[in-house]
C-alpha cells in the first residue's frame, strides 16, 4: 500500500505559478511510476504528468506541455508538480497517483493503483 497526500493548492492569478507536493508514505520502498492527473466538475480525469521511478523519463499532457514541470525526491518520498503561465482553464482538482505495475500507459487513470484526495488550484483572470 502506498499512502499519498498532496499540498500547495490554492487560489492564484492567470499568469502566476504554483507548486503541488505529493507525499507518499507507506510501501514507498518498492519502485513506482508517479503522475499528476486533474478534474473539473462533470469532466473526466484529465492526464497532465508522469515521472518515471528514477526521474529520467518525462511525459506531460498536451495542455500543460512547456508550462509545467513534474519531479521526484526518492530520499524524500515526494512528487511536485511546478505550475507556470497558469491559465484559468487550468482551474481544477488535482490529483497524485502512483502506479506499482510497470505500464506504460501512462496517461490513463485506470494504470494507477494509489490516489491522493486532490487539492483544489483556481487560476482567476
Known amino acids: 500500500q502506498v499512502q499519498l497526500v498532496e499540498s500547495g493548492g490554492g487560489l492564484v492569478q492567470a499568469g502566476g505559478s504554483l507548486r503541488l507536493s505529493c507525499a507518499a508514505s507507506g510501501r514507498t520502498g518498492s519502485p513506482y511510476v508517479g503522475a499528476w492527473f486533474r478534474q473539473v466538475p462533470g469532466k473526466e480525469r484529465e492526464f497532465v504528468a508522469v515521472i518515471s521511478w528514477s526521474g529520467a523519463s518525462v511525459n506531460y499532457g498536451h495542455s500543460v506541455k512547456g508550462r509545467f514541470t513534474i519531479s521526484r525526491d526518492n530520499a524524500k518520498n515526494t512528487i511536485d508538480l511546478q505550475m507556470s503561465g497558469l491559465k484559468p482553464e487550468d482551474t481544477a482538482v488535482y490529483y497524485c497517483?502512483?502506479?506499482?505495475?510497470?505500464?506504460?500507459?501512462?496517461?490513463?487513470?485506470?494504470?494507477?493503483?494509489?490516489w491522493g484526495q486532490g487539492t483544489q488550484v483556481t487560476v482567476s483572470s
Open positions: 497517483a502512483a502506479s506499482v505495475r510497470g505500464l506504460t500507459t501512462w496517461d490513463r487513470v485506470s494504470t494507477y493503483d494509489y
